[in-house]
């Protein structure tokens, strides 16, 4: 296992990177605007365990090759900024959003499993993420102790929840803000606001460059 010292630096690094505003943090406003605090913080949950799938392809090795393969790297890209306009774009139609506190409890599980599937999706078709691991997990695996991929996947994890938990804090305030307005034609301007984020971030991770 990573010493202690190395654990505790890649919490640090983490943290810092985490808590700069990206495509994480924007899906999840994006949510609050346009849904509210509870499937803001589903997404938040549903995005940090697609995350950790990402870091768990990287420990098995299958990272390498979309790092190596231009194709690989497009298809993944381009299917995940396909999927964020296309929840876009079903937020801007579907005005039963508005009224998302309002389910019926017969339908609530399955929305549940339904908006965290989203959040997975997003989060473990983001490519950058895989390659983000790729770079940053081995500078902090202890070689000497251990299984270096069971090493890579507690590190994953651990990313994964601090993420977790951070987008979940920025989904709430995001939602602070749209409970607000709790008369219809200021939430339908937010919902509007969420789903147009959300087809912005897709046409964003379109258009980014790899680096």
Known sequence: MPSTAQFLAFVVASLVIILIPGPSILFVIGRALSHGRRQAVLTAWGN???TFFASAVVAV?????IQESALAFAIVKYTGAAYL??????????????????VEVSGESKRV???MGEGF????????SILFFLAILPQFVNTGAGSIAVQMLLLGATFSL?????????GI?????????RRPK?????????????IGLGIATAAGQRT
């Open 48 to 50: 940090a365990i697609g």
């Open 61 to 65: 090795g299958l990272g390498a090759l």
């Open 85 to 102: 306009v296309y929840l876009g774009a079903k937020t801007l139609r579907d005005r039963k959003g508005l009224m998302a506190e309002s």
């Open 113 to 115: 499993v339904a908006t």
């Open 121 to 128: 999706v997003v989060g473990f078709l983001n490519p950058k």
């Open 162 to 170: 601090i993420a977790a938990l951070c987008d979940t804090g920025w």
């Open 173 to 181: 305030v995001a939602s602070a803000a749209r409970d607000l307005l």
């Open 186 to 198: 200021p939430k339908l301007v937010m919902s509007r606001a969420g789903g147009t984020a959300l």
